[in-house]
């Protein structure tokens, strides 16, 4: 009995995929689990694996294609077997990246059909998610989203074991990073909060934003990092030299810390205040950007938040980074001082609350002690969702961060 | 010389069931069996002990409730010679089908013992056999004595299982050794032929694996039915005669001296692994005895050697082997068949009252300090039960507080052993006490208990 293979949606936004390559040729044996095929997301290049075991029949579609989701992009089956009835549902491939590559056989490339209905997300794409009645209790207790969880009972039926999985390690496993019991409390609106998030919304738009801005004296900071690359370069000589980035992320995740109003996402009916701080790092990429997170950057160490940003920034450029290393953010930080700007706005990623703009580091003169001297000052700016941060609440937060950044030492008091 | 892919050594319900399977998969399989295919379970135990049992419960009806129902029967007397007679019919029966399965499935029945050879051969008499893919030790479980006590099995006055099975008469007493399932099954069947029972068991309960709720319920009715229950007892001396057997016991404190015609030892079991050429082809033991096992794979120590059953770890249970030898053939197959839940296999006694259950019992909830809540519906509720006089037991359904997952399940009643399964699958799928109640059960049955325990470990039950 042959079966279809079908365009996955292989990340929880994912619409439509570009199938970049097969990597099964026709007439290859598949096993379940193999990978068939790389495709491009909306997001990242991810396998596209076989959930049949076989020969690879028939490839539907040509690399460099386009495919909605849940549309068949090829069949497995035994050697010679009639699979005239499978190819009803073939799909026409729209306007490709790769105009060069051969049209698809079979009847469906005749002609050119209307674009598909953008699929629903995967927890809808067969109906219904499978997931044992116990599993379906545990995720609505500890706020899992079953679609993001990887099945491994009969069919991908999720069961317990598998939240118990992603629960303690969200970062070792295939599925989206799942957060602890006790890891948020969520807080219903206030009818004040509900006022305020109404009439802001209705001014401004759908995430009501305003700017808080602050000028932070680095000098510290500056001789703080020269003395750790340093220390570094003397040691084994392994060692990243430490980034002006990776210390505004350290501090930022302690202030967050301390200041967890700031820390929150907006949930329309409350506000979910988390206990933990994922830090998203918007890093450019090629045609345009991503934001992986660095998971539990309150917890880490200088260096091992310099070294995972590297590496995750290296992949973001490969487009190599799966969907749950770049979503489940609780804050966000963007920096074009590499590119001199001095100052600038960012725009909020939703449903997270804030996010931080920081500048270059700029030489100038500056006022101390009543006499003009050379500084090097930094200028960080604070865009605020108005329905989670009020000004004062923004403004508290920015303080701590400046403190922290003018005394370095107090980041890890 | 013959080639097979797959060789099994043993024919019982582990060694039969995997080569089936591995037949069906196009696997070219060998079983090597010395005596009757089906092995102890089809022949000298699960089956031939139904029949028997069920002498003994319509033994029991006929005596205890004719008159109630309506039936006039005279003076009623008992053979058990006959319904052993009846029961060999039926063992016979079995291993029969066993053989028609092999045939069916062209699976090769060798007879002989099988030795292990190094590199996945097999010996079997003058002939050694190649394996080209696995070879699987099934070879079961045997009965033992307590040799330490003076209580070696020497077939007549202190016998096993496999004598007690071929009994021409119940004998006038007995004392049973070991209140496991199989203490408990003989006990019940001798008491209804009418022989004076005395049931010993060294732990402090009978059914001691079973929860405590069970064991006591059991007990009562053993004692109302003239078994002399004696828990907690230990067997100081046997002295062993000709026609009959002095033990004496001490429990609570107190010493007795018993006197039996016979003396049935049902303590435990020891499992094949000798003079088969395990250890000179790399197959080694745990401290226990039994055959080392890689539970993932189900491989021994000796690459290519795979083991199953009875002598691969407890729980001693037909029921597990099977599944066990259904996984492996599928894993000798290349499949990825659903791994084993070990913490979901039935365990069910067939006296009257059954005793079934599943997962964990109250004490070992306590012992994992698990947040749990016990729900219970008596039969003595139960329409159905009241209907048929069989009122004796209960449901007991451990659910986890929080999310209402079965964390175990209790069966005392007539038909405790069907009943079980509805759990089982419960169980095995995730349900809670919540889709059980949700599910809609027929009245009036038994089941219906089963639903009520669920509602009344939500606190929720309807007829109590």
Redesign the interface.
């Known amino acids: 009995m042959a079966s279809k293979v079908l365009m996955e949606a292989l990340s929880p936004t994912m619409e439509e995929g570009r199938l970049v390559e097969w990597k099964k040729n026709e007439g290859d044996p598949v096993r379940p689990g193999d990978v068939i095929a790389e495709v491009e997301t909306d997001k990242a290049v991810m396998e596209l694996v076989a959930r049949a075991e076989g020969v690879l029949l028939k490839q539907l579609v040509p690399a460099g294609s386009t495919v909605a989701v849940t549309k068949l992009v090829g069949v497995i089956g035994q050697p010679g077997e009639d699979i005239s009835a499978l190819l009803g549902g073939a799909p026409a491939p729209k306007a490709t990246n790769a105009p060069t590559a051969p049209l698809p056989r079979g009847p469906a490339a005749s002609a050119p059909l209307p674009p598909s209905p953008p699929a629903p997300p995967p927890t809808a794409s067969g109906g219904r998610t499978k997931a044992s009645p116990l599993a379906r209790k545990v995720a609505r207790e500890r706020g899992l989203d079953l679609g993001a969880v990887a099945g491994s009972g009969p069919e991908g039926r999720i069961v317990l074991r598998d939240l118990d999985k992603s629960a303690t390690a969200p970062a070792a496993t295939g599925t989206a990073p799942a957060t602890a019991a006790g890891s948020y409390q969520d807080v219903p609106l206030s009818q004040i909060r509900k006022t305020i998030a109404r009439r802001l919304a209705q001014s401004i738009g759908p995430v009501p934003t305003f700017y808080l801005t602050t000028e932070v004296d680095m000098d510290r900071t500056w001789e703080a990092r020269e003395a750790l690359n340093q220390a570094g370069q003397r040691g084994s000589g392994a060692e990243t030299k430490i980034s002006f980035n990776d210390i505004v992320m350290k501090a930022t995740a302690a202030a967050l810390k301390a200041h967890p109003a700031c820390n929150a996402w907006w949930q329309d009916d409350r506000i979910r205040y988390w206990n933990e701080v994922h830090l998203s790092v918007a890093v450019a990429v090629e045609d345009g950007l991503i934001t992986p997170v660095v998971r539990h950057a309150d917890r880490k160490s200088l260096r091992e938040i310099s070294a995972e940003v590297k590496e995750l920034a290296g992949r973001a450029r490969e487009r190599r980074l799966k969907p749950e290393e770049y979503t489940g953010g609780t804050f966000s930080i963007s920096n074009l001082g590499m590119f001199d700007i001095d100052q600038f706005t960012a725009i909020i990623n939703p449903p997270e609350a804030g996010i931080l703009a920081v500048g270059s580091i700029v030489e100038q003169a500056v006022v101390k002690q009543g006499a003009v001297v050379p500084g090097r000052r930094l200028r960080l700016t604070m865009s605020c969702d108005h329905r989670v941060i009020d000004g004062a609440t923004g403004a508290a937060f920015l303080r701590t961060l400046k403190g922290m950044l003018e005394n370095p030492l107090a980041i890890v008091y | 010389m013959a080639s097979f892919d797959v060789i099994i050594l043993g024919g019982g319900p582990a060694g039969y069931v995997c080569a089936i399977r591995a037949a069906q998969l196009g696997l070219s399989t060998a079983v090597v069996e010395k005596d009757k295919l089906g092995g102890v379970c089809v022949n000298i135990g699960c089956i031939p002990t139904k029949a028997l049992l069920h002498s003994a419960s319509s033994i029991n009806l006929i005596a205890h409730q004719a008159k109630d129902l309506g039936i006039e029967v005279g003076p009623m007397t008992t053979d058990y010679g006959v319904a052993m007679k009846r029961s060999r019919r039926v063992s016979e029966q079995n291993s029969k089908g066993v053989e028609f399965l092999m045939k069916k499935n062209k699976v090769t029945v060798i007879k002989g013992t099988g030795t292990l050879l190094p590199g996945r051969k097999v010996k079997v008499g003058a002939d050694t056999h190649d394996a080209k893919k696995a070879v699987v030790i099934a070879t079961g479980s045997r009965v033992k004595g307590i040799p330490q006590i003076g209580l070696d099995i020497n077939k007549t006055t202190v016998i096993s299982s496999d004598e007690a099975l071929f009994l021409e008469a119940a004998p006038k007493s007995m004392v049973v050794v070991g209140a496991g399932a199989v203490g408990c099954e003989f006990a019940d069947i001798f008491n209804a032929f009418g022989t004076k029972v005395t049931l010993v068991e060294a732990l402090p309960r009978i059914l001691p694996i079973e929860d405590a709720e069970c064991s006591d319920t059991l007990a009562k009715v053993f004692k109302k039915r003239g078994i002399d229950v004696l828990a907690g007892a230990k067997v100081l001396k046997a002295a062993v005669g000709k026609d009959s057997v002095t033990l004496d016991v001490e429990a609570g404190g107190e010493k007795k001296s018993i006197t039996a015609d016979k003396v049935l030892m049902a303590a435990g079991r020891a499992v094949n692994t000798e003079h088969m050429g395990f250890k000179e082809a790399g197959v080694q033991l745990t401290d226990r005895g039994f055959v080392k096992v890689n539970f993932s794979t189900l491989e021994t120590t000796a690459p290519g050697v795979y083991c199953i059953g009875d002598v691969a770890g407890p729980p001693m249970l037909a029921h597990k082997g099977s599944r066990e030898g259904v996984v492996l053939a599928e894993l000798i197959a290349g499949h990825?068949p659903?791994p084993i839940r070990y913490d979901n296999i039935p365990s069910v006694t067939y006296c009257h009252p059954e005793v079934a259950s599943i997962g964990l019992t109250e004490e070992q909830c306590k012992e994992k300090k698990l947040d749990y809540q016990v729900g219970r519906f008596p039969f003595s509720a139960n329409g159905r039960a009241r209907a048929s006089n069989e009122t004796d037991g209960f449901v007991k359904i451990i659910r986890d507080k929080?999310?209402?997952?079965i964390l175990g399940a209790h069966i005392v009643g007539g038909h405790a052993s069907e009943m079980i399964h509805e759990l089982a699958v419960a169980r095995e799928?995730?349900?809670?006490v919540?889709?059980i109640d949700l599910a809609v059960h027929a009245h009036p049955t038994l089941s219906e208990a089963i639903a009520e325990a669920a509602l009344d470990s939500m606190g929720r039950v309807i007829h109590t």
């Not at chain 2, 799928?429 to 809670?432: K, L």
């Open positions: 990825k659903h929080k999310y209402g997952e799928n995730e349900y809670t919540e889709e």
